[in-house]
């Protein structure tokens, strides 16, 4: 095996490595060195605290043996096998993903990670259907491919349209704290607000021709875009919808799922069931990479006769499959969806506290281990401390002062993720929430 010093990582990254989501001249990458249970380390021996679970991903924590040894054991017994191929972990795992699913969802595609799940989602769809289009979210994010960044609707899809995947139009997400229609009535009862959002969503549905609409695509709760959480009823209303006009319902789960809100899946927490459900990161808690789409029978069974157009190379990967089948029996093992239920009313109550605290906290809301702060200039009118996509000085100084004192977390535009392994612990929780009080400081010194 090669050597390599551990000087030698950051700067040999640098010259041979392009980095995604990044001008090339201002990465500034932490070269990671080892990582255990919430905590990872840098070649330099510094601690981090993940309150990002790495790239909201690594759901059962760092370093577990169990899913390590899993794939260690496949890796000796069968490396790889080609996607006409049946073979043991793929027997299993299908097994035990049709025990954890919601309802009769127990057909499932492979796939390499949530974007190409997304993508596959709409070719089930488009050809069950007979329909094209597809209805997505403005503040959703779905994948970086070039189909499913335009189901995408937030401005990461702007550098690259004209996009080639045609038929997708967005509908506005029921986003209480900063609702476009209820500005001026903030203390609207959630029934109403609720019904205004399927109102609107009905709407469009009738102006684009529901006989022409093949699915509606929404992440179950928002993700990156502010964890945006479902009003009661919205979820049931959109399922409704979705039946009277003979469309299918797709839940992204890609983030939500796997325990991050306290259930296996977020879509269970409404108890409504999609038609379709895609998933990754969580799915192997990132040991490896997989993604899935989760069908109804009858979708499947559309196929029963007709060739299904689509494939990977590496769909059904043994060793990513085994990843998975590890990682789901560590969950139930370590009943770490119940830990994380019962973790989120601890997150809830710190993320409150942090709000009263602090001016500059304009909204805090979490649902499970999935959790946002809002940081503001001014509560009354809910400027935010950063532009829409953008940044601003006040944003680069909270999460810097979190870096320097140790504590990983994602910022975007003007709000802070909280989103951390699901194993993590109160005592844990409240080591992150000590520096990010002290980092908090920097934005209320900006309130008006």
């Known amino acids: ?3 390599l010093d551990d000087s030698e990582i950051l700067p040999l990254s640098l010259e041979h490595s392009f980095w995604t989501w990044s001008a090339q001249s201002m990465v500034a990458p932490i070269p990671v060195k080892a990582a255990k249970g919430v905590y990872f380390w840098d070649v330099d021996g510094k601690r981090y605290l993940d309150f990002n679970s790495m790239t909201m991903c690594v759901n059962i924590g760092h370093g577990d043996e169990r899913v390590i040894e899993a794939i260690i054991e496949q890796a000796r017994a069968l490396p790889y096998a080609g996607p006409p191929m049946a073979s043991k972990p793929r027997a299993l ?6 025990e954890i699913t919601p309802g009769n969802l127990n057909k499932f595609l492979f796939t390499l990670g949530g974007a190409d799940a997304n993508e596959n989602a709409i070719k089930l769809a488009r050809a069950y259907t007979g329909r094209h289009k597809i209805l997505a979210r403005y ?4 994948g970086a491919s070039a189909g499913a960044m335009a189901l995408t609707g937030d401005p990461r899809r702007l550098a690259w349209e004209p996009l080639l995947m045609p038929g997708v139009v967005h509908f506005l997400d029921p986003y209480r704290y900063r609702s476009t229609f209820h500005r001026t009535n903030p203390e609207l009862p959630e029934a109403e607000f609720t019904q205004d959002y399927l109102n609107h969503l009905e709407e ?30 919205y979820l049931q209303g959109v399922r409704a919808l979705c039946d009277r006009y003979g469309i299918l319902l797709i ?15 977020a879509v269970q927490h409404w108890n409504v069931i999609p038609d379709l ?3 990754a990161k969580g799915l192997t808690s990132a040991y490896a990479p997989l993604g899935a789409v989760a069908m109804k029978p009858e979708i499947a069974a559309y196929f029963d006769e007709r060739v299904y157009q689509g494939g990977l190379t590496y769909t059904a990967h043994p060793i990513s499959l085994a990843a998975a089948i590890a990682n789901i029996q560590v969950m139930q093992a370590d009943r770490i969806v119940e830990h994380a239920a019962a973790m989120g009313s601890v997150l809830h109550r710190l993320l409150t506290d942090l709000g009263e605290r602090h001016e500059s906290v304009g909204d805090a809301r979490s649902i499970g281990l999935f959790g946002v702060i809002e940081l503001v200039k001014d509560r009354q009118t809910k400027e935010p401390l950063a532009p829409f996509n953008g940044s601003s000085p006040e944003m680069l100084a909270v999460r810097k002062y979190c870096l320097d004192h140790g504590l990983y977390l994602y910022t975007h535009w003007h709000t802070v993720l909280v989103i951390p392994p699901l194993v993590i612990t109160e005592e844990q929780l409240v080591e992150g929430f000590e520096v ?3 980092a908090l400081e920097a934005a209320d010194r900006s309130v008006t």
Do not use: C
């Open 1 to 3: 095996m090669l050597q």
């Open 93 to 98: 795992l299908g097994k035990l993903l049709a």
């Open 139 to 142: 503040r959703s994010y779905h």
């Open 204 to 233: 469009i549905i009738q102006y684009e021709g529901p006989e022409t609409i093949a699915a509606v695509l929404l992440e179950t709760v928002t993700g990156t875009n502010g964890v945006i959480i479902p009003p009661q009823g």
């Open 251 to 265: 839940a992204d789960e890609v983030m939500s799922g796997f325990g991050r809100t306290g259930k296996w899946f």
């Open 277 to 279: 459900m895609t998933m």
């Open 436 to 438: 990010l009080d002290k």
